[in-house]
Nanobody, 127 residues
Framework: QVQVVESGGGLVQAGGSLKLSCKAS????????MGWFRQAPGKEREFVAA????????????SVKGRFTISRDGLGENANNTIYLQMDSLQVEDTAVYYC????????????????WGQGTQVTVSP
């Protein structure tokens, strides 16, 4: 059983910054590729960013490139299942519930595991 828990959401003005955290636990010897998704009211859940298990490769949606940075604790064999999403230059359009996922990736595409979602954390960006 894997548990995924996010934290760090909140209310911020446009142009501001927030940092989200996520930890996947429950399988001590498994290292996951992990990703962030978001869902705005009335819209489908969309990919935001992902980082592979050893922290050495990252993927971003075009809408957040240059503004958001995904990272994880440790690199290589010292990497663990705690990741972060630093969000800078936030825009009103970034308002959404942000979800963390522990999954996998291949050929520069992240594949969320449908069983390993966090509960979500609300990010609200005011004008």
């Amino acid at each position: 059983q894997v548990q995924v828990v996010e934290s760090g959401g909140g209310l911020v003005q446009a142009g501001g910054s927030l940092k989200l955290s996520c930890k996947a636990s429950g399988e001590s010897f498994s290292k996951f590729d992990m990703g962030w998704f978001r869902q705005a009211p009335g819209k489908e859940r969309e990919f935001v960013a992902a980082v592979i298990w050893n922290g050495e490769r990252t993927y971003y949606a075009d809408s957040v490139k240059g503004r958001f940075t995904i990272s994880r604790d440790g690199l290589g064999e010292n990497a663990n299942n705690t990741i972060y999403l630093q969000m800078d230059s936030l825009q009103v359009e970034d308002t959404a519930v942000y979800y963390c996922n522990a999954g996998g990736s291949s050929s520069n595409t992240y594949y969320p595991n449908p069983h390993y979602w966090g509960q979500g954390t609300q990010v609200t960006v005011s004008p």
